[in-house]
């Protein structure tokens, strides 16, 4: 059981980061986060390649969701997510709003493009590893990778929003 908890534990913040990049929603990417690790522990714990795995199911429940309905685009973040959070500084005020433009521009992304960048930014995982998970080769990865940069950029660019 200690090496689940590890498992997750290690993986829970990142992959958690990368659904909310995906999805634009707070609490839907809590909720396919959770899906996520019980699926793969119920039926994949014997894999060696974990990592990859997590995401490829996380990747999948996202697809799933977004067949289902279409993305709840308001409230990217909770506004009040506790009582003593009421008074913010300053500066966490405009890392909100920096994140916020960030997110909204990740959505006028193509979802293709928006999938590479999430998986890259999340860290977890290399080039070889998004490669397996995407389908595709390791070079087509970097390609895909540096085209949805110079995107996201234009896009930052032009007001983000």
Request: charged letters at 30%.
């Amino acid at each position: 059981m200690d090496n689940y908890r590890q498992f997750y534990e290690k993986h829970n913040a990142r992959l958690f980061y990368y659904l909310l990049r995906m999805t634009g929603d707070y609490h839907l990417a809590g909720d396919i986060m959770q899906e996520s690790f019980l699926r793969f522990f119920e039926h994949y714990r014997h894999i060696e390649e974990k990592t990859s795995l997590l995401y490829t199911i996380a990747r999948n429940l996202v697809f799933d969701e977004s067949r289902r309905k279409k993305p709840d685009k308001t409230g990217v973040i909770p506004e009040n997510q506790s009582e003593d959070c009421l008074v913010e500084s300053e500066h966490q005020v405009l890392i909100r709003e920096e994140y916020r433009q960030m997110l909204g521009a990740l959505q006028q992304l193509s979802s293709d493009d928006r999938e590479v960048l999430a998986l890259v930014a999340g860290g977890d995982c290399s080039y070889r590893e998004i490669g397996r998970i995407l389908d595709i080769s390791e070079s087509h990865v970097k390609v895909k990778v540096h085209r949805a940069r110079l995107k996201l950029k234009t896009i930052l660019n032009a007001g983000g929003d």
